[in-house]
């Protein structure tokens, strides 16, 4: 049974099956997969972040000139909305599988580039396709997980996430005194390309998405329809929210290194141990996240993790002091504060956006997510780019702009529905209410 509303494209899809029940197995196959491609992208997504002084040095650019260079990378999230919009209408199985055949090749070519240009224009192709993955195995977790494991799972993914960049963090210092590029940690992304087989062995389709695609209903719907009368009350906010937040979260983790090595002059070992440690010790925020989002809400979750992300980042890019001794230890604190919290708000933000829309748009919906955070990446990026000899350096303007978190929080906290303890057909009005 379909039931239309007319006032938009969108068909909702009200009898869709019960795949909140999917047996342990499935839960598992599925947290596996996803979880293992999470791991491998965010290895390759901490790429330019933990690379960031060796790539300026290589490119010769200061600190507005490799703030320009990332602002260009975000422009990547423009490929990601069209690939995030093609998972809507081919399939989430498919997309990943290009994204993830993609990734390798690209790191390769990037790796091989010696001309600025080129390099960007080949980074721009690699973060496009680590965003689709990203954004993917998110809506994958949100559709085939029971109700009361959503918000579990997207922590898992999360972890995943977050240990894939530790390998990088530790792989640095060792290329770094070993005499060896950064771009070994490109060509050791390469080697994506040897999981390709298990990828299409293990990858299952999302069966919420084979129901509604056998209806018609992801056929007839459009990428603006997110912006209807049933859904603009949601997408409007809660993009809003994203791209202040997205300004805030991009600044605060794109710099953690370059200001540990190039602002408070640690060397590479010490950085690279502050952020491990820091980092590990933030993994408990993903876990934070997802017990608050199922014992208080994910809106309270989302609200309280965005005030702490703007605080925890003014602390670290502030300081240290300079009369403090140990500063490795006043940057780990520092760390571990602002990124528990954006490891919490990701659960929060996760859950609440992957549950608030239907399924033949859910893709759609996380694919205008990434365009929003492209925008928010640049503007974020190009303001450093433009600020920071004024205000003082880099690590200043970091500061403000990780308070943007606080007017999200406040903008999440009143506009946005709650969606705990409900099926992702209530919660994205696919029931017709």
Do not use: K
């Amino acid at each position: 049974m379909l039931a239309s509303n007319p006032e938009s494209t969108t068909t909702v899809v009200v009898d869709a099956p019960a795949t909140d029940a999917d047996s342990g197995v499935s839960s598992r196959r599925l947290i596996l997969a996803t979880c293992g491609m999470l791991y491998y992208q965010g290895y390759t997504m901490a790429i330019n972040g933990i690379g960031s002084p060796w790539i300026a040095q290589s490119f010769h650019l200061g600190e507005s000139g490799i703030a320009g260079l990332f602002a260009w990378i975000s422009l990547s999230s423009i490929g990601a909305l069209i690939l995030s919009r093609m998972a809507d209408r081919v399939g989430r199985r498919r997309v990943l599988l290009w994204c993830m055949t993609a990734t390798p090749l690209t790191a390769l070519a990037a790796a091989a580039s010696t001309s600025l240009p080129v390099f960007t224009a080949f980074e721009i192709l690699l973060y496009a396709f680590i965003t689709a993955t990203v954004a993917g195995c998110v809506v994958m977790l949100a559709e085939g997980l029971p109700i009361d494991a959503r918000a579990r799972g997207q922590s898992y993914g999360g972890l995943a996430l977050g240990l894939g960049g530790g390998v990088t963090v530790i792989l640095m210092p060792i290329l770094s005194g070993a005499g060896y590029s950064w771009r070994w940690l490109l060509v050791l992304a390469g080697a994506g390309l040897l999981a390709l087989p298990s990828l299409r062995r293990g990858i299952p389709e999302s069966q919420r998405w084979e129901h509604v695609a056998a209806t018609g209903a992801t056929d007839r719907t459009r990428f603006y329809d997110v912006f209807g009368v049933r859904y603009r009350g949601r997408a409007i906010p809660i993009l809003t929210c994203s791209l202040l937040s997205m300004i805030a979260v991009t600044a605060a983790t794109s710099w953690g290194y370059f200001h540990a090595v190039s602002v408070v002059h640690l060397s590479a070992q010490s950085a690279s141990l502050m952020m491990l440690i820091g980092g590990a010790m933030s993994m408990i925020g993903l876990r934070l996240g997802a017990w608050g989002s199922e014992r208080f809400g994910r809106v309270p979750t989302v609200a309280g993790a965005g005030v702490g992300l703007a605080t925890g980042s003014v602390f670290f890019y502030w300081g240290p002091p300079a009369p403090c001794a140990w500063p490795a230890v006043w940057l780990a604190a520092g760390f571990c504060w602002f990124m528990s919290a954006a490891n919490a708000w990701m659960v929060g933000g996760n859950s609440a956006a992957t549950e608030l829309f239907p399924t033949a748009l859910r893709g759609t919906m996380v694919g205008w997510f990434a365009l929003v955070q492209a925008i928010a990446a640049v503007t974020g990026q190009a303001a450093i780019a433009l600020l920071a000899q004024s205000l003082g350096g880099l690590s200043i303007v970091v500061g403000y702009l990780a308070l943007l978190a606080i007017p999200s929080a406040v903008i999440f906290a009143i506009c946005i529905d709650e969606t705990r303890g409900l099926s992702l057909e209530v919660a994205a009005r696919e029931d017709g209410s």
